[in-house]
């Protein structure tokens, strides 16, 4: 896409409305939902016009899980911005506690002459 000369230039952290990201969600649903209709007639045509019913049946599975998936992404939001991009830095120390060594503890023997 280009940008015309005449497109504003956003210059601002402000997130979209809720109407524009509504109708870009239902513009959406309605595109994925009108793939299912033609994918429908095309497999009509295949198995009853020409006798394919493998292309047909292709086409129905296809056309299936179209809702589902109309539902899923339309009712997706837009992706949360991160304002802060947190990266690792090896010269700064999150946390330094002084460490103690192990300290030798009391060792129980078990009698050697238990049978097992």
Request: with cysteine; hydrophobic share 45%.
């Amino acid at each position: 896409m280009r940008r015309h000369e005449s497109s504003p230039v956003l210059i601002t952290g402000a997130p979209v409305s809720p109407a524009e990201e509504f109708a870009a969600r239902r513009r959406r649903y309605s595109l994925i939902m009108s793939m299912r209709i033609p994918c429908l007639v095309v497999a009509g045509v295949l198995a009853l016009g020409f006798g394919w019913t493998m292309a047909a049946a292709v086409l129905v599975m296809a056309s299936v899980p179209l809702p589902w998936v109309a539902v899923l992404i339309a009712n997706d939001g837009p992706p949360r911005r991160s304002e802060k991009v947190a990266r690792y830095r090896s010269d700064r120390v999150l946390e330094s506690r002084p460490t103690r060594a192990l300290e030798s503890g009391i060792v129980i023997d078990a009698p050697s002459d238990r049978a097992a």
